[in-house]
């Protein structure tokens, strides 16, 4: 049974999550105010700077940061999918299956609404390079709320509280798992 609360996530984990999260929200609130298309775009260079960082860091950061601890491939994403449809649904320290691609597309997501943006800023590319930045946005949006429901799931079919576990980074595990 797992009862020690170990460490998972790294402190700079944690603040680029809650950083993307508060500049990701930011940018879509300034999206459609010209008053404030400074802010929107500064926000917008926040996103795309911590995702320079978050790449980094999935070949440089602690154990549970790096890419290689949750390279999973479809067959474990609909595995672990299907579990929690069951009483003991499979549990991850880290990332689980399902999460680990939202966080792929999320970060090529953002790059792409990054780099658009920067070309509709710099007019750059004309109308098809807006449509693709608000696109790419939107798709982000969506799947940021699904980010969020699934947080929720897990949180529930898991009995345990991710949203605290990703502001202490401390999660129930074995001592060898941290």
């Not at 999206?31 to 500064?42: K, T």
């Amino acid at each position: 049974m797992k009862t020690s609360r170990i460490l998972v996530w790294d402190l700079p984990l944690r603040v680029f999550h809650w950083l993307l999260a508060i500049s990701f929200v930011g940018a879509l609130l300034t999206a459609e105010s010209e008053r404030v298309r400074d802010l929107h775009v500064l926000l917008g260079y926040t996103v795309v700077g911590l995702l320079g960082f978050r790449i980094l860091w999935g070949f440089l950061g602690t154990r549970h940061a790096r890419w290689s601890s949750f390279a999973y491939g479809p067959k474990a994403v609909l595995s672990y999918l299907r579990s929690l449809l069951t009483r003991n649904p499979v549990h991850y320290v880290g990332h689980n299956p399902a999460g680990s691609w939202v966080i792929y597309v999320m970060v090529a997501l953002g790059l792409v609404t990054g780099i658009s943006g920067y070309g509709v800023y710099t007019d750059v590319g004309g109308k098809w390079i807006e449509s693709l930045h608000e696109a790419a946005a939107d798709t982000m949006l969506a799947l940021v709320l699904v980010h969020v429901a699934g947080v929720v799931v897990s949180s529930l079919a898991h009995r345990e509280n991710l949203v605290a576990a990703m502001l202490t980074g401390r999660k129930l595990g074995e001592p060898r798992e941290a």
